[in-house]
């Protein structure tokens, strides 16, 4: 059980991601008691970002919300809260318009590909969400990451 | 208040932490002296705030952060791994910073039916009280309930960067100074022009900030605070804001309606307030 909380937010495609992971967690034990990453995880965030923080964060996991604009296939085009087009995949169909929060890696600085969302309803204040990305990686940076 | 029952039945656990804060208190060579109001009170924090949190002494005493107690904090993120058990609930909170073991103690049929709502990937608010057991924190959860409102997740980190500015500002010693300069900046501009000052004339306010928007605001919101007459549901009129704060009205409005805009849902008007505090457009 104690496993896939390890590998849950691992992609499978790259094993040199999972050996990294593997270093990670022998470090962890070597220095905290042997329960701690069991209860209290901080390896694994989720950065708050819009389209303008995006590239800082390439490779890692983020998180932001978007206005879906429409799907082409597999891939969504969305609106971020600062105005610019990003690109989702692997988000399944959902009302167009409506604000969608997605986790997962960034791929690029316009892309993200999801493995969690969740949807937040056709209102939602993104101007106070875009100040709050700004706050999480400026000054606020340590209680976040 | 919240249901000394349930702190009975978890008697190895938060009775202890419970009691020690007072002691803890008194001992702390904090100079702070209104730390006693202080140490009850509920913290708002992400999982990356806890796991920096230092710890006074032993495993029974009390996590601090920013000179203040973290006894009851709450939390929001996606609840993972839901285990039920007969006589509590255990899971993973995950608000993107971290993620932290949680267990809800259920005795009776509304524990039960409050834990029954939350599901695997939900967004949900969570109450507790932090525990150390064994070298490991976590959180004993007297409340949890489903995100329904999702500007309250946004809303919850913006209330944790807001406390954990307003803690740090008081344990530096700087005298926190929106709330008293704002007053100050009240008294000033409403008694002066008592002689005849044209409205549209700026000097009057201009003068105490470089940015002037940011502290009409800061104006216009406390005079509507100050002199809220919740018997009386017309409010109070423009004509008077602007005659009373020297406004022009072009400016009362423009304020207004940035203000009426973030405040489709409460959440947002709360995060309004908190951005003004914290001095960001």
New interface residues.
């Given amino acids: 059980m104690e496993t896939s ?1 390890f590998f849950q937010n691992i992609q499978p495609l790259f094993p040199c991601k999972q050996i990294k992971h593997l270093f990670k967690l022998c470090f962890q034990s070597l220095i ?2 042997p ?2 990453f ?6 694994n ?2 950065v ?1 970002v819009n389209a303008q923080l995006i590239p800082n964060f390439i490779g890692k996991r983020v ?1 932001t919300v978007v206005q879906v604009n429409q799907y082409g296939g597999e891939v969504a085009t969305a609106k971020s809260t600062d105005d610019s087009q990003l690109t989702i995949k692997g988000l399944p169909q959902v009302p167009i318009m409506n ?1 969608i ?1 997605v ?1 997962g890696i960034a791929e690029s600085s316009n892309s993200i590909d999801a493995e ?1 969302w ?1 949807d ?2 056709n ?3 993104t ?3 875009n ?2 990305c700004q ?2 990686n400026g000054e ?1 940076k ?4 | 208040m919240f249901s000394s029952s349930q702190f009975d039945a978890t008697a190895g656990f938060s009775g202890g932490g419970f009691m020690s804060s007072q002691p803890s208190n008194f001992n702390d060579s904090s100079p702070a002296p209104p730390k006693s109001r202080e140490t009850q009170g509920l913290v708002p924090v992400t999982v990356k705030q806890i796991s920096e949190a230092s710890q006074t002494g032993d495993e029974k005493s009390n996590f601090v952060i920013n000179g203040v107690d973290l006894n009851n904090v709450t939390l929001v993120g996606m609840a993972f791994e839901k285990v039920e058990r007969n006589t509590d609930v255990n899971f993973v909170l995950d608000d993107g910073t971290g993620r932290i073991k949680c267990r809800r103690w259920v005795n009776e049929t509304f524990d039960t039916k409050e834990m029954e709502e939350v599901m695997n990937g939900m967004y949900v608010r969570v109450f507790g009280h932090l525990k150390s057991f064994q070298g490991v924190r976590q959180l004993v959860a007297f409340s949890v309930r489903p995100v329904t409102n999702f500007e309250e997740i946004p809303f919850h980190f913006i209330d944790c960067i807001h406390n954990h500015l307003r803690s740090k500002l008081k344990l530096e010693g700087i005298t926190s100074t929106n709330p008293s300069s704002v007053s100050s900046l009240n008294t000033p501009v409403k008694n002066a022009p008592n002689g005849s000052q044209p409205p549209t004339s700026t000097p009057a306010y201009a003068q105490y900030s470089v940015d002037g928007l940011k502290d009409c605001d800061k104006l216009i919101i406390d005079y509507l605070q100050q002199h809220s007459d919740m018997s009386d549901e017309r409010g109070i009129h423009v004509n008077e804001l602007s005659r009373e704060l020297k406004l022009p009205m072009d400016r009362i409005m423009s304020v207004l309606l940035y203000v009426s805009f973030s405040l489709r849902k409460s959440f947002a008007g709360d995060v309004t307030q908190l951005f003004m505090l914290l001095g960001c457009r």
Avoid at chain 1, 38 to 43: F, K, L, V
Avoid at chain 1, 142 to 145: A, H, P, T, V
């Fill in positions: 909380l905290f008691p329960f701690s069991q209860a209290m995880d901080t390896s965030p989720a708050f998180r604000f929060e986790i969690l969740t937040f309803g209102t939602f204040d101007n106070s969400f100040q709050l706050l999480a606020f340590g209680l976040f990451l």
